[in-house]
């Protein structure tokens, strides 16, 4: 069946009271978790369909943004999730509406709204998009083994080899290191010749495990100097990482250039950079080799699709921040089959180790197998929030779904 066909046949067998024209959003709820830093909203319309979106990270204490912006959308059709975007960034251009808070609350509703119109015409999102590249999205395993815990080679080895096990094949490790024994000044993250010897050990002794034919990456958390950064990019060459990730803090694009010329270990960054406007001067002056934007923060899954297509114009791969629930990953998804571009999604080991994280959405089938995430072909994203799940879970203090 053509893709005009199918849409007009969707369109046709789409349950409504009434035309899809006269559907309007009456109310826009939310739930925040984990002490108020991950976002669930909900926007409900006059037809009884809602949609389900997430933020993470930068939204503590914005409930009453959450609310203003749904107050903004009142009596208007879901079913221009562009248009809405538009109006509720360039109604916030003196409220902060360039990053941060406000970007990450938008995120969370257009979100929705992406969700709620493919529910109304009974498509999946990535349709809404343009249609898909891929059935399946790759992920990699973030073994969440924080540095604070003090990790040893023969850690990394370990953590290496149950990401293989458990089929995936891309792992990533965290370097950064507040209290490394080696460490000469908290407050200078000049690394010192001890620490560079422990970051290449700790990578060498998860390469040395999984063997060549496995992609494994470092995140540094943008905790480190110019120096440290071109020092620890150099000495990890012959490891062969897939990619160096945020060795420097966001703000500084110029940095993140000298590095990226310098060294022959692919460079990534972008979890902290927010719309496709912060992206442009990183690509422009070959700041990255891989992009990787938070696509519940940087402004939204049509945001999203814009900064992988415009990353597309230098020949950048688009590899998504990703430490949402099911209900993000599965949004994600969406944007990262809509993209001729996509390389690889976050994926965290905790989702296999912590109930919560299946107690507090509902989804039909296995989140992930072998290392990848089947994309949804239900309406919408496909997963929905469960809010008894989630109660126990609640931020004291903030009202919940009210």
Same mark, same amino acid.
């Not at 950079?273 to 002056?285: D, M, T």
């Not at 008894?388 to 009210?402: D, H, L, N, Q, S």
């Given at each position: 069946?053509?893709?005009?066909?199918?849409?007009?046949?969707?369109?046709?067998?789409?349950?409504?009271?009434?035309?899809?024209?006269?559907?309007?959003?009456?109310?826009?709820?939310?739930?925040?978790?984990?002490?108020?830093?991950?976002?669930?909203?909900?926007?409900?319309?006059?037809?009884?369909?809602?949609?389900?979106?997430?933020?993470?990270?930068?939204?503590?204490?914005?409930?009453?943004?959450?609310?203003?912006?749904?107050?903004?959308?009142?009596?208007?059709?879901?079913?221009?999730?562009?248009?809405?975007?538009?109006?509720?960034?360039?109604?916030?251009?003196?409220?902060?509406?360039?990053?941060?808070?406000?970007?990450?609350?938008?995120?969370?509703?257009?979100?929705?709204?992406?969700?709620?119109?493919?529910?109304?015409?009974?498509?999946?999102?990535?349709?809404?998009?343009?249609?898909?590249?891929?059935?399946?999205?790759?992920?990699?395993?973030?073994?969440?083994?924080?540095?604070?815990?003090?990790?040893?080679?023969?850690?990394?080895?370990?953590?290496?080899?149950?990401?293989?096990?458990?089929?995936?094949?891309?792992?990533?490790?965290?370097?950064?290191?507040?209290?490394?024994?080696?460490?000469?000044?908290?407050?200078?993250?000049?690394?010192?010749?001890?620490?560079?010897?422990?970051?290449?050990?700790?990578?060498?002794?998860?390469?040395?495990?999984?063997?060549?034919?496995?992609?494994?990456?470092?995140?540094?958390?943008?905790?480190?100097?110019?120096?440290?950064?071109?020092?620890?990019?150099?000495?990890?060459?012959?490891?062969? /990482?897939?990619? =160096?990730?945020?060795?420097?803090? #966001?703000?500084?694009?110029? @940095?993140?250039? *000298?590095? +990226?010329?310098?060294?022959?270990?692919?460079?990534?960054?972008?979890?902290?950079?927010?719309?496709?406007?912060?992206?442009?001067?990183?690509?422009?002056?070959?700041?990255?080799?891989?992009?990787?934007?938070?696509?519940?923060?940087?402004?939204?899954?049509?945001?999203?699709?814009?900064?992988?297509? /415009?990353?597309? =114009?230098?020949?950048?791969?688009? #590899?998504?921040?990703?430490? @949402?629930?099911? *209900?993000? +990953?599965?949004?994600?998804?969406?944007?990262?089959?809509?993209?001729?571009?996509?390389?690889?999604?976050?994926?965290?080991?905790?989702?296999?180790?912590?109930?919560?994280?299946?107690?507090?959405?509902?989804?039909?089938?296995?989140?992930?197998?072998?290392?990848?995430?089947?994309?949804?072909?239900?309406?919408?994203?496909?997963?929905?929030?469960?809010?008894?799940?989630?109660?126990?879970?609640?931020?004291?203090?903030?009202?919940?779904?009210?």
């Amino acid at each position: 069946m053509r893709p005009f066909a199918a849409f007009a046949q969707a369109v046709g067998n789409a349950p409504k009271s009434s035309m899809p024209s006269n559907l309007k959003i009456t109310e826009i709820k939310c739930g925040y978790i984990r002490g108020g830093s991950r976002l669930f909203v909900k926007v409900h319309t006059n037809q009884g369909i809602w949609g389900c979106g997430e933020a993470v990270d930068a939204v503590g204490g914005t409930y009453h943004l959450v609310k203003s912006l749904g107050r903004r959308l009142l009596g208007q059709s879901p079913l221009n999730p562009h248009r809405l975007f538009e109006d509720l960034r360039r109604s916030g251009v003196f409220g902060g509406a360039q990053a941060g808070m406000y970007v990450a609350v938008l995120t969370a509703v257009e979100t929705a709204l992406w969700d709620l119109a493919g529910k109304a015409l009974g498509l999946p999102v990535y349709q809404l998009l343009g249609g898909k590249f891929r059935d399946k999205i790759r992920v990699y395993m973030d073994t969440a083994l924080y540095q604070a815990r003090l990790p040893s080679p023969d850690t990394f080895t370990e953590s290496a080899l149950e990401a293989k096990k458990m089929g995936f094949t891309a792992v990533k490790f965290d370097l950064d290191q507040a209290n490394d024994p080696a460490r000469y000044d908290r407050y200078n993250w000049t690394a010192s010749p001890g620490e560079l010897q422990r970051m290449f050990d700790q990578m060498n002794a998860a390469r040395k495990a999984v063997g060549p034919n496995m992609d494994i990456c470092a995140d540094m958390h943008g905790r480190y100097d110019l120096p440290t950064a071109l020092a620890v990019a150099k000495s990890m060459e012959p490891i062969k /990482l897939m990619w =160096l990730e945020e060795p420097l803090p #966001a703000e500084n694009i110029d @940095a993140y250039r *000298l590095i +990226a010329q310098e060294t022959s270990t692919p460079i990534c960054a972008g979890e902290n950079i927010y719309l496709a406007h912060g992206f442009r001067k990183l690509l422009e002056i070959g700041g990255a080799d891989i992009i990787m934007p938070d696509l519940q923060k940087a402004g939204g899954l049509g945001e999203g699709q814009r900064i992988a297509n /415009l990353a597309n =114009l230098y020949y950048v791969p688009f #590899a998504p921040h990703m430490v @949402a629930s099911y *209900l993000g +990953a599965m949004a994600a998804c969406h944007v990262c089959a809509s993209v001729p571009n996509f390389m690889i999604l976050e994926w965290q080991i905790y989702y296999h180790k912590e109930a919560m994280w299946k107690e507090i959405v509902t989804f039909d089938g296995p989140m992930v197998e072998n290392g990848f995430i089947t994309l949804s072909e239900k309406p919408g994203i496909g997963v929905e929030i469960n809010e008894e799940g989630m109660r126990k879970y609640a931020a004291e203090g903030i009202p919940f779904f009210a």
